[in-house]
């Protein structure tokens, strides 16, 4: 509260303090922004031929991971978590690609669309479980795993199916400038678009107020069951870009889910989003799957044996958390 | 202090991690004109014998031709997308050809048109993709599936049920089998298939091929049934047999040197009557012999019976446990020692492998 305050008054007075406190409220967030600049040095250092087409091929390869984090950080955000992530994009890639195969570019705009749709509702179901059931979400969500990945399966038994032209194009290659990749673009402007607004009205007020205190925040006068709803169909809306987006990079259609719900807790646990809720950005977690793939892609240049890599991939996860939270601890004390 | 005296430790430390990783490209730099960068991604089957052969006689071969100045391997598993990105890993290392094993005939295909604009050459093993760039070099898995499938319905009289194992879903080699599978069953209309006409995958993955056949044992379904096809996952099916003491029905199963092992040990598993198809895991060596020659410019002899352009089939021949003469085959494949029981026995592809048995097994590349 006299954090809060302070800031309040010294940004009128002093515009360096204000820029300080900004950046300690990020300090997290810079702090990735720091370790993934040092981490691009590196790649430089080893693979000094790393260049346009490792960015384009770093930024496709993250985008369907970044979606898949932002979906998850939202949920955990509200003191959530949700097991079926995974299984929601894979229902969402395998509807795209089958309703997309043999139709007009056009069609593939209503596709899209629908989709989305499709995605808002699978989190809705999931959200509505959790708040009417009472059931625990990790229990709730665990479940829906199996049953968004078994539709997946119903609707196309092997992988298959096709995709609208544009929808590929709107992700590979480059805007503009060849530095600039169309992944990343698409990845700000969708992130901005969809979250910014909500973070910014009383739903991610809500949001963050029923994930750092859920009694505190019902007193308030916040609709906790219906907050919670709202957060799962927003993660599904996430899911189902997250699926698209996996429509875009490979063409098809994949039934069997691919590895993103563990990798979006992770990227969540390194983008400094508190997994007890309430406390920290989307943006981290986006920033948390970069580094997670930069570093396997740093493996690759310095041949490192692929399975030590999955090992060292999970210390580094571990070590980095460690250090943040150390430098976090005695940033309070001082 | 402490805070300052920590950041000069962390530097420190930033500092020796650059420094050993500039030493280590250093070291793996080519040092003459006439050797390749090679690149391998294989994105799925970590843990299984054929996988875990391929990658190893793709390793040996690179080291015997003497052409490879480093091999960088990529063996996870992975989704397509997954795959998509290891490829590109390898376009950004500056490989001179990527050998891989596709999780899918045409998800690939965007990083294989970025290969080939780079000037990488493009060999996919085990199994084709639809890219008309890159050369395919696989095992005939059409006639693999018939071979069996035939063996397997003839014993059967031409009347029964059969259980069907397959692999894994999407994977083009699993594609073609089941299309070989179905041509013979057409000529057979008195056999049965179950659980349906589209059998169940395994994904090539041992504990899900031993959990679908105790599943299948525990719920009295198995007492049903006149003959089982595997896609290679069959020495697990045997012993999952024995364990529940069934009598043994027919199997049909793939050169793997457990499943050779139970065929030629009539006091270990009585009664059991089976056939081993070979489907060669020396694709990875011969792969990288193909990439090799494309990179040197020699001609390659295609086969134009093949669903695409640029590809070399290899031949599968099915060998029985029924006659003197073909037990005797099965027992000269098993020549080898040292041999991993998982493994392939098929470790060497005529024409197109020069490693040794034991070069293979070392499962050593250049440089390392």
Redesign the interface.
Known sequence: MSALSGTVDTARARPADALAAWARRNAWDLGLVGFLV?LLV?TK???P??GV??VQ?LA??VL?LALAAVAQAIVVLSGGIDLSLGSMMALVNVVAATQMQGQSEEFGVAVVLGALLLGLALGAVNGSLIVLTRVPDIVVTLAMSFVWAGFALLVL????GGSAKWL?ELV?GSLGNEWIPKAAVVLIIVVALIWIPVRRSWLGLSLYAIGSNRLAAFRSGVSVGRTRILAYTLMGLFAALGGLS?TA????G???P??YTLLSVAAVVLGGVSLAGGRGSVFGPILGVIIL?LI??DM????V???LA?VLQGLILIGVVMIGSLVQI?ASRA | MTQASTRIRLLVGVAAIMVAASACTGAASPSGATTYKIGYSNGGGVGNGFREEQVCTAKAQALVSGQVSGLTTIHRNTDAAGQLSDIRDLISKGVNAIVFNPNDKAALNPALQEAKAAGIKTVSVDAYVTDPNTYNLYNNQVKYAELGAKWLFDQLGGKGTVYYMRGLAGHPADSDRDIGFKNILKDYPNIKVVPNANGVATGWDPPTATKLINDFLASGQYDTIQGIWTSGMDSMVVDAIKAAHKPFVPIVGADLGAFVKQLLDPVGYPGLKGVAVTNTAAVGGAGIALALKLLKGEAVTTDPSASQPNTVLLKPVAVDNLSDNSKAQLKSWQSVPGLDPNWPLGIQIDGWTTYTPAQAIACKGPGG
Do not use: A, K, M
């Open positions: 040092g590196f250092l080893i693979q031929s790393y087409p490792g091929g496709i390869s369907p038994p092997t992988p298959g590929p590979t996996l990079s490979t063409g098809i994949i039934p069997v691919g590895p793939q396997r892609t690759t240049f310095l041949d044996d692929t399975n999955t005695r």
